[in-house]
């Protein structure tokens, strides 16, 4: 594909690999992955051939929320390391041609930072304004719902002062004030810090959340959802991320890439349209939010999700980038259920074929795409049926909070076996040595075991048809092959419920991909208007079981194909 050196960028063309340090890998045998642990496996990830790291947060933190309330912005979490550590990290990776983005959350930090503690001591303190107080003698504040808290109150009172701090997630992640100078300076400072180190960019967390309506109206709402939606894309939003790009990433060759909850379709350009200089990509949630009861965050919907809404949500995407900006692809992170599990079919028997159809799914599509660590090797949920296994404040909180008001328990571990954060941060499964050879003492979490049966690296690198050699196969193949990264976009197909078939084209080059996002064999007939005189097959997860016509397919349960169209 001929594509203008202008438009082409390294993070558009790269892959991205999450790590979620705390599950990676131990090295010290205290039961938590650490840096050091990650540096043993550098080799191994390069070996993926993906370019980029994402490490989920490993800064200094009570550990709350794993790592999402921040104590100190600058230091290394002792479970994970040293900055000394860290160095060595980015050392290794740099030598190795991999880039390193570090998650920066910045909406809220711990209330150990030493901001809030000063903050908390007087209304007149210098770093009173870095958060957002409310007064007790103006009254109770207006209800403000809480991703974290036993009792959904966003509103913390603190006898100091005598006032209330904001809190929409933990009681412990107290609300940044981005509205004072001060605390934007001190974040684009610590930005710098990271950037001189050598970081090639961020994933902020939650980011539309910086601005907020700080004249905290009534709302008139029953359901979480309904107040999220005043969270989210404040008046001052593209002001601060404009300022930030100015101040901070533009002096740099880096990226960024938002969480992006909150924000929609039609709003998706304002962030990332090159010429407003602002975010590079962002994570929306419609897919996210598929298998969920519609608005709601973290409970199952009840029937299932269909093919033809998951297409919609692609296409629709892939339509809003095609004008401006770039997307971003997963199908999984660490705040969600395992991709295989949700997406495609973890039974023994459609295991391997769902789990290599997602890979091709996701690196044939248009956008930069990111992979969650295991996923490379088909990590399934862990299906925790009893509270004693989980450590999430999230489910834990909220188990609590049924408890406390004589709430369905059993709904409620039946609905997180699906639903929980913690399906996928269960430990890295290496090899079949005892918990999958993530530890030598005993895992911060259990090991799902599973390990036992070929899901761990050690088994998969042996065998040429795992899902792990498959899906080094295609990210080779992608990054062979610019059409797939750049190429333009068509869903053949948005009503059919059971084959997902697309094309990807470019001046040069004409891709179809064919996906059956089914147990069954599929049967599909290609349209009229797509017509080429030679077929060539670039990959399958599964033997040709007919395409002699070439405008007539069968593929079998979760079979996924490449074919290029030469004219
Ligand atoms: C984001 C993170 C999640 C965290 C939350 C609060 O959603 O991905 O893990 O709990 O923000 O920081
Ligand atoms: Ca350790």
Redesign the pocket.
């Known amino acids: 594909m001929h594509i203008k050196d202008t438009e082409r960028r390294w993070w558009k063309e790269g892959i991205v690999y999450q790590i979620y340090p705390r599950s990676f890998k131990d090295a010290n045998g205290d039961g938590i992955g650490d840096l050091q642990g990650i540096i043993s496996k550098l080799d191994y990830i390069a070996s993926l051939g993906v370019d980029i790291i994402w490490l ?1 947060p490993v800064y200094d933190s009570p550990n709350d ?2 790592g ?2 921040i104590r100190d912005y600058r230091k290394i979490m002792d479970d994970f390391g040293t900055m000394e550590d860290f160095d060595r990290l980015l050392a290794g990776m740099k030598s190795r041609n991999l880039r390193l983005i570090m ?1 920066l ?1 910045v ?2 930090c711990s209330d150990e930072h030493q901001w809030f503690q000063e903050s908390k001591k007087s209304r007149s303190n210098p770093y009173r304004d870095y958060f957002h107080w409310w007064p007790a003698e103006k009254g109770l504040p207006p209800k403000r719902w809480s ?2 808290d036993v009792a959904e109150n966003a509103w913390a009172y603190d006898k100091t002062t005598d006032a209330y701090y904001l809190h929409y ?2 009681v412990k ?1 107290p609300d940044l004030k981005w509205e004072n100078p001060n605390l934007r300076r001190e974040i684009y400072d610590m930005m710098h810090f990271w950037f001189q180190k050598g970081v090639d960019g961020f994933r902020m ?2 980011i539309p959340f910086i601005s907020k309506d700080t004249s905290y109206p009534e709302i008139d709402a029953q359901e979480p959802h309904e107040y999220i939606a005043y969270y989210a894309n404040g008046p001052q939003v593209h002001t601060y991320l404009h300022e930030l790009n100015r101040e901070v990433v533009s002096q740099y060759d880096a990226f960024t890439v938002g ?1 992006g ?1 909150g924000i929609s379709i039609d709003q998706a350009l304002d962030f990332v349209d090159q010429k407003r200089q602002e975010i590079d990509m962002f994570f929306h949630f419609d897919l996210m939010s598929l298998d969920r009861k519609p608005g709601e965050v973290f409970t199952m919907r009840e029937d299932a999700w269909t093919l033809p809404e998951f297409k919609k949500i692609f296409s629709d995407w892939d339509t809003a980038f095609a004008k401006a900006g770039w997307g971003s692809l997963f199908l999984a ?3 969600f259920p395992r991709a295989v599990s949700r997406w495609g079919n973890d039974s023994p028997e459609h295991w391997r074929n769902s789990a290599t159809l997602l890979h091709t799914f996701l690196l044939t599509m248009r956008g930069t795409p990111y992979f969650y660590q295991g996923d490379e090797i088909g990590m399934t949920n862990a299906y925790f049926d009893h509270i004693d296994d989980y450590r999430d ?2 489910t834990i909180n909220r188990y609590q909070l049924l408890q406390n008001s004589n709430g369905d328990l059993e709904r409620f571990i039946e609905n997180e076996k699906y639903a929980a ?1 913690e399906n996928a941060r269960t430990p890295m499964q290496w090899d079949s040595s005892p918990h999958a050879g993530f530890t030598s003492g005993t895992p911060w979490i259990k090991v799902i075991q599973n390990y036992k049966e070929g899901i761990n690296v050690a088994a998969q690198e042996k065998d040429k048809h795992s899902v792990l050699e498959y899906f080094k196969e295609v990210v080779a193949l992608r990054k062979s092959n610019l059409t797939l990264v750049y190429g333009a976009y068509e869903c053949l197909n948005p009503d059919d419920e059971q084959v997902y078939a697309y094309l990807r084209t470019s001046t040069t080059e004409r891709i179809l991909i064919l996906l059956n996002f089914s147990d069954t064999v599929a049967h599909y007939v290609l349209p009229a208007h797509v017509s080429y005189n030679r077929i060539k097959k670039l990959i399958s997860n599964d033997k040709i079981l007919d395409d002699t016509t070439y405008k007539e397919f069968r593929l079998y349960p979760w079979q996924a194909i490449v074919y290029e169209l030469e004219k």
Do not use: C, T
Request: aromatic share 16%.
């Open positions: 989920n929320d794993n999402y309330d998650d959350v909406n809220h991703y974290f997630f933990a992640q967390d939650v969480e909850p992170n660490h705040d404040i999230n954060r």
